[in-house]
Structure formats: structure tokens, C-alpha cells
């Protein structure tokens, strides 16, 4: 999974907070976020979940994602994780 360009959604709790990043390791960003080593929204709000992810083909097309999926609407972003992950569980340990 090292060096895989991703976009993917943090939630604080299942209907909660969520947070939308890019990175290109998705393994290591989502543990930074995790163990409160990013400064800042996720830190501050307790946003660690790992509730849903999309692997991109570069990193263009991720930050291209983002940009879409930060666009949308709470309601969207909400279907988009539903979709994918109806029980909203933590995906990380599926990716380490």
C-alpha cells in the first residue's frame, strides 16, 4: 500500500465529524492521524476513523477526487461512505 496515491475520509464517530485528505501512503497518513501526530481539524475534533478510501492511478487524479468529494454535500459525502461501509467500521486494519 506504500506510495499508492489515495483519497480517503476520516470520521470521528459513525454520523460524525468527517475529514477528506489525499496522500500518497495511505498506511502512514491515516496512522498520523490516529496518534494525533497532524496538527490541526483532526487532532483538534478527534477524527480517526478510517471510514472510507479510493486508491487513484496518481496523485492528480486523487487530489482531483478530493477536490469532488470535498465539493459535495454532507448528505453525499454520507451516501459515498454508506455505500462502501454500511457499518461504518474502522478500515485501517484492512490496509495495514
Not at 454532507?74 to 490496509?95: C, H, V
Amino acid at each position: 500500500m506504500e506510495k499508492q496515491p489515495a483519497v480517503y475520509i476520516l470520521a470521528s464517530q459513525r454520523n460524525g465529524t468527517l475529514y477528506t485528505g489525499v496522500t500518497s501512503n495511505l498506511v502512514k497518513r491515516v496512522w498520523e492521524h490516529k496518534n494525533d501526530q497532524v496538527e490541526g481539524f483532526t487532532k483538534k475534533y478527534r477524527v480517526h476513523t478510517l471510514v472510507y478510501f479510493e486508491l487513484c492511478e496518481s496523485m492528480e487524479t486523487a487530489i482531483m477526487r478530493e477536490k469532488q468529494i470535498k465539493a459535495g454535500s454532507r448528505l453525499k459525502k454520507l451516501k459515498l461512505i454508506e455505500a462502501k461501509n454500511p457499518g461504518w467500521q474502522d478500515l485501517y486494519d484492512s490496509i495495514v
